[in-house]
């Protein structure tokens, strides 16, 4: 059965991608000058929305009506985020069963489901909902299209489709691109599910695992782009707030160090751009036992002659 769940991720994968951009072409609106329109705006602020909140960047959180919602066990939270981040299509309750009870045999694992779901049912509302959040069948489950939710990897999905569809196809980034990165990268508040995990499910592991490490990506090749924008139009400040969200997430990445303290020193903070080089020195050298390549020390002797001089005058 484990077999069956792989092979079916791979096949879905494999036709969602198609099924994706035709979904988004559908949904997007467009300027005069062929620009998305910013229509993702309007939905990532989930304080301003009643129904069901999910926030699965950073810290695994989910409100209902702006109220925490409880769950009776862990598989219960992990259940939801799968059906949440994979709603484009219905789920076969033995794919599931396979998902999340990969061990037991098959009789155990389908009364572990239906209790997971009534647990879940219970905790969102379901029960007496004539709208309900989930979809039940005999046969499938799927969380509801037409639900009243609220998903923070959806809003993060679909402003980097909208920016990969215009300007992520080679073009100056337009202001329109320029707002679906920012919303993006503020709606990354973290890791997917981070601080998360079911200790006794290989099969949910290599998903969340998988999911984590394709998000994160995406959210640093993010803030790369934003942070060359902003230096090359000049905006030193926000490209350095860029590059300290970068070395937040990977401290170890040399080439964000000498980003800030490229921008750092544009902007006059001299001072600060040498010490950023001593902190990349340190971090070097506890992560990887390294010290800072060539052209990071190039940089921060450029830097730090400008800054000699300067004082001399």
Same mark, same amino acid.
């Given at each position: %059965?484990?077999?069956?769940?792989?092979?079916?991720?791979?096949?879905?994968?494999?036709?969602?991608?198609?099924?994706?951009?035709?979904?988004?072409?559908?949904?997007?609106?467009?300027?005069?000058?062929?620009?998305?329109?910013?229509? $993702?705006?309007?939905?990532?602020?989930?304080?301003?929305?009643?129904?069901?909140?999910?926030?699965?960047?950073?810290?695994?959180?989910?409100?209902?009506?702006?109220?925490?919602?409880?769950?009776?066990? !862990?598989?219960?939270?992990?259940?939801?985020?799968?059906?949440?981040?994979?709603?484009?299509?219905?789920?076969?309750?033995?794919?599931?069963?396979?998902?999340? $009870? #990969? *061990?037991? #045999?098959? &009789?155990?694992?389908?009364?572990?489901?239906?209790?997971?779901?009534?647990?879940?049912?219970?905790?969102?509302?379901?029960?007496?909902?004539?709208?309900?959040?989930?979809?039940?069948?005999?046969?499938?489950?799927?969380?509801?299209?037409?639900?009243?939710?609220?998903?923070?990897?959806?809003?993060?999905?679909?402003?980097?489709?909208?920016?990969?569809? =215009?300007?992520?196809?080679?073009?100056?980034?337009?202001?329109?691109?320029?707002?679906?990165?920012?919303?993006?990268?503020?709606?990354? +508040?973290?890791?997917?599910?981070?601080?998360?995990?079911? &200790?006794?499910?290989?099969?949910?592991?290599?998903?969340?695992?998988?999911?984590?490490?394709?998000?994160?990506?995406?959210? %640093?090749?993010?803030? *790369?782009?934003?942070?060359?924008?902003?230096? *090359?139009?000049?905006?030193?400040?926000?490209?350095?707030?860029?590059?300290?969200?970068?070395?937040?997430?990977?401290?170890? $990445?040399?080439?964000?160090?000498?980003?800030? %303290?490229?921008?750092?020193? =544009?902007?006059?903070?001299?001072?600060?751009?040498?010490?950023?080089?001593?902190?990349?020195?340190?971090?070097?050298?506890?992560?990887?036992?390294?010290?800072?390549?060539? !052209?990071?020390?190039?940089?921060?002797?450029?830097?730090?002659?400008?800054?000699?001089?300067?004082?001399? +005058?």
């Amino acid at each position: %059965m484990a077999r069956l769940f792989v092979y079916t991720v791979y096949v879905v994968h494999r036709q969602r991608r198609k099924r994706d951009l035709l979904a988004l072409l559908n949904s997007l609106s467009f300027g005069s000058d062929g620009a998305p329109e910013p229509t $993702w705006a309007a939905k990532k602020d989930k304080s301003q929305m009643a129904g069901l909140a999910i926030n699965l960047f950073g810290t695994f959180q989910v409100t209902l009506d702006h109220r925490p919602v409880h769950f009776a066990t !862990e598989k219960c939270r992990a259940f939801l985020a799968y059906l949440a981040v994979e709603a484009e299509r219905p789920h076969r309750r033995e794919v599931l069963s396979d998902l999340f $009870w #990969p *061990e037991q #045999p098959e &009789t155990a694992a389908r009364t572990n489901l239906r209790q997971t779901l009534h647990r879940l049912r219970s905790a969102v509302g379901d029960l007496s909902n004539s709208s309900p959040f989930l979809l039940v069948s005999n046969h499938d489950v799927q969380i509801n299209p037409a639900g009243k939710y609220w998903l923070d990897v959806a809003g993060f999905e679909t402003a980097l489709h909208a920016y990969q569809f =215009h300007c992520g196809q080679g073009l100056p980034l337009c202001s329109n691109c320029q707002e679906a990165l920012k919303a993006a990268v503020a709606l990354y +508040e973290g890791d997917f599910m981070a601080g998360f995990s079911l &200790t006794d499910n290989s099969p949910f592991e290599l998903w969340r695992l998988a999911k984590r490490e394709h998000y994160h990506r995406q959210a %640093m090749e993010t803030l *790369e782009r934003l942070a060359q924008f902003y230096e *090359e139009t000049a905006d030193f400040a926000r490209a350095v707030e860029c590059a300290r969200r970068l070395i937040i997430f990977e401290s170890w $990445w040399e080439e964000y160090h000498r980003l800030l %303290m490229r921008n750092l020193a =544009h902007a006059g903070q001299r001072q600060a751009a040498l010490t950023q080089y001593e902190q990349c020195r340190q971090e070097l050298a506890k992560e990887l036992g390294v010290e800072p390549s060539a !052209e990071t020390q190039e940089l921060y002797e450029a830097i730090r002659d400008l800054e000699s001089a300067a004082l001399e +005058e």
